[in-house]
């Protein structure tokens, strides 16, 4: 078992609707990241967190430390939103991020 | 300007060759990576260095080896290419390891094709 697991493993959508992405881990944490990996193959950072939440336009990323669990919202789905979204956590006294397997979303238009 | 780039885009070469992956970044960063992405998506931790010091060496063949002339650049070496080692690398970069509390940036990725 993956000590990050992402679910859904795959989402379509239609443009508009509210997305939520699910990340859960099992081991203790420094902090937790969210990426976009855009079709073309780019990896883009969008969020680090420890904590409550953060919000950049229309993502939005919460943490709950005491259940171990992620959630990254998206509203207003737009197709240019489609992409591969992928939580890593960052271990307590490692250097490394434990990566999960990532969710694919297609937002149709 | 781009923060990291890296050389080549795409690599096509025959089994049992030796390449070279160049990564460097321009953000004043002290610390890189080198990651592998296979056919099922999952990004994997090859390398990473800490002002040209190696701190994360994963369980990797010895065919492959990281090289850091300075802080801003980190090349990767493949000896003996196979088919297996086909993949996209990625490199990155971060302000320190800080244990996972740094964002990192990534470079736009290497298609190798072993063929």
């Known amino acids: 078992k993956n000590e990050v697991e992402q679910s859904p493993q795959n989402l379509t959508a239609q443009e508009g609707e509210f997305i939520t992405i699910n990340c859960s881990y099992s081991?203790?944490?420094?902090?937790l990241h969210w990426l976009q990996q855009h079709p073309g193959g780019g990896i883009v950072s969008l969020f680090m967190?420890?904590?409550?939440?953060k919000k950049h336009g229309r993502l939005i990323a919460t943490i709950n430390i005491q259940e171990k669990h992620s959630s990254l919202h998206i509203t207003a789905s737009h197709p240019r939103d489609s992409a591969v979204y992928i939580c890593?956590?960052?271990?307590?006294?490692?250097?490394?991020?434990?990566w999960g397997a990532g969710t694919k979303l297609i937002i149709k238009p | 300007d781009t923060a990291v780039s890296q050389t080549p885009k795409y690599l096509v070469t025959q089994m049992g060759n030796d390449k070279s992956i160049k990564c460097e970044q321009n953000l004043g960063h002290d610390t890189m990576y080198w990651y592998k992405q296979d056919s099922k998506k999952f990004l994997k931790i090859m390398f990473s260095?800490?002002?040209?010091?190696?701190?994360i060496n994963e369980t990797v063949p010895n065919r492959f080896s990281p090289k850091s002339p300075d802080k801003a650049h980190l090349n990767l070496h493949i000896n003996s290419l196979e088919l297996g080692d086909s993949a996209v690398y990625f490199c990155?970069?971060?302000?320190?390891?800080?244990?996972?509390?740094?964002?990192?940036?990534f470079g736009p990725g290497t298609r190798l094709l072993v063929l």
């Open positions: 260095y800490n002002n040209k010091e190696l701190i």
């Open positions: 081991v203790g944490i420094s902090a």
């Open positions: 990155a970069s971060s302000q320190d390891t800080s244990g996972g509390r740094e964002t990192q940036y």
């Open positions: 967190l420890s904590s409550g939440k």
């Open positions: 890593a956590v960052g271990l307590i006294g490692n250097y490394q991020l434990i």
